[in-house]
Nanobody
Framework: QVQLVESGGGLVQAGGSLRLSCAAS????????MGWFRQAPGKEREFVGA????????DAADSVKGRFSISRDNAKNTVYLQMSSLKPEDTAVYFC?????????????????????WGQGTQVTVSS
């Protein structure tokens, strides 16, 4: 049974930091990139960043580049999203997902497929 379980969300003041974790099980991590997405109230889900299976390639959306970073520990089947210099506009539910996409010149191009898996999400609230 595939499971993706996010943790680490919470309430933080603007300028603060949080680290989200995503524990994965039930599928081969070599077959997927791991991505982080977020969805704010009344907005569409947006891509935050991704990491390939080896951890050698990462990418982040321009809105978070330089503030957020992604890493993974394959021995623990866990992916992390380190968030720093948080802003109120970062407030959203954050989801991790096992996804497929393309890496090209340092950027990740997410491709929605039928064989992807999603966690339930964790709330991040940044107060001003």
């Amino acid at each position: 049974q595939v499971q993706l379980v996010e943790s680490g969300g919470g309430l933080v003041q603007a300028g603060g930091s949080l680290r989200l974790s995503c524990a994965a099980s039930g599928f081969s991590s070599r077959d997927y990139d791991m991505g982080w997405f977020r969805q704010a109230p009344g907005k569409e889900r947006e891509f935050v960043g991704a990491i390939n299976w080896s951890g050698g390639s990462t990418d982040a959306a321009d809105s978070v580049k330089g503030r957020f970073s992604i890493s993974r520990d394959n021995a623990k089947n866990t992916v992390y999203l380190q968030m720093s210099s948080l802003k109120p506009e970062d407030t959203a539910v954050y989801f991790c997902a096992a996804i497929k996409g393309a890496w090209y010149v340092g950027r990740y191009y997410y491709q929605k497929t039928a064989s992807e898996y999603w966690g339930q999400g964790t709330q991040v609230t940044v107060s001003s």
